[in-house]
């Protein structure tokens, strides 16, 4: 019975999502693919693009480090001549390593399927499936989601772009997941964030993933493009568990994008 109420509340939010912004130019200060930092957007990578990210978080002395990336498998096609596009599938891996947890490497995958591209007053929507621990069943949190991102215009002047969403975790372990304020029972997480207008080679975002998780928090971070499609970012991560000592973090990181199927294709000789 949840799972019809969680995609009716999602929908919902995608609908005042759509309503507060006018269509521009949409800004990615995407510190994971295809995401904010944590909280997923509604866009689905084109097919052969990849992104490969490393990632080192500092709580005190301990050290948590995310190594992965996405690539996008099958292509968006155009729903006429509306300007809209529909479908789209971006696949990844993730390496989670937190010594002196159980486990202390844990590869996760995950999966986005695209709705609609951003077009007009439509937002970018998807869904997706995340942080499935295939390795580590007994420890995967299950985060099945929607998410809408939209560009939002005052006039002629871009704000940036507002992400939305809903999730649903299904973990294994009961203490693996935690639920938190607005969403205080029950297995949803509320997700969130604003990707501010890029100046110069700098981006700047803010977002949150609610709950209490190895993925839930609120998170700032500032990127960098060193070369086109090359960031470092360093950022600083909220936990939502006030309850322990050292649970906030500032992170380091670095990404790089590019297209997969230019890069093995063989050079043409003249």
């Known amino acids: 019975m949840e799972q019809p109420f969680f995609l009716a509340r999602s929908f919902a939010f995608a609908v005042i999502l759509a309503a507060i912004g006018n269509f521009g130019v949409a800004r990615s200060a995407c510190a994971y693919p295809s995401s904010l930092i944590f909280a997923p ?52 891996v993730d390496v989670f390593a937190s010594p002196g947890n159980d486990p202390g490497i844990k590869p996760i995958g995950n999966i986005k399927i695209g709705l609609l591209n951003e077009a007009g007053a439509v937002p970018a929507l998807a869904i997706g499936y995340m942080s499935w621990a295939f390795l580590h069943r007994d420890r995967s949190l299950n985060f099945s989601y929607l998410s809408a991102s939209k560009a939002v215009m005052w ?14 975790t299904m973990p294994t372990s009961p203490d693996a997941f935690k639920p938190t304020w607005p969403l205080p029972v029950g297995n949803q997480a509320l997700m969130g964030g604003w990707e501010f207008p890029s100046i110069g080679p700098f981006s700047f975002a803010i977002d949150t993933v609610g709950g209490v998780s190895e993925l839930s928090s609120t998170c700032l971070v500032l990127n960098l493009e060193i070369v086109p499609g090359t960031f470092a970012s360093v950022g600083y991560t909220i936990s939502h568990n006030r309850s322990i ?24 000789l003249n």
């Open 155 to 168: 006039g002629k002047n871009d704000l940036g772009r507002a992400t939305l969403g809903l999730a649903h």
């Open 245 to 268: 000592n050292s649970a906030d973090a500032y992170f380091l990181q670095t990404y790089t994008d590019f297209d997969f199927s230019k890069a093995i294709a063989p050079k043409r």
């Open 41 to 92: 957007s509604g866009d689905v990578m084109s097919q052969g693009s990849t992104q490969v990210f490393f990632y080192n978080a500092f709580y005190g002395t301990a050290v948590d480090a995310w190594t992965g990336f996405n690539v996008g498998v099958i292509p968006r096609y155009p729903y006429g001549t509306s300007g809209l596009e529909f479908g789209g599938v971006e696949m990844g």
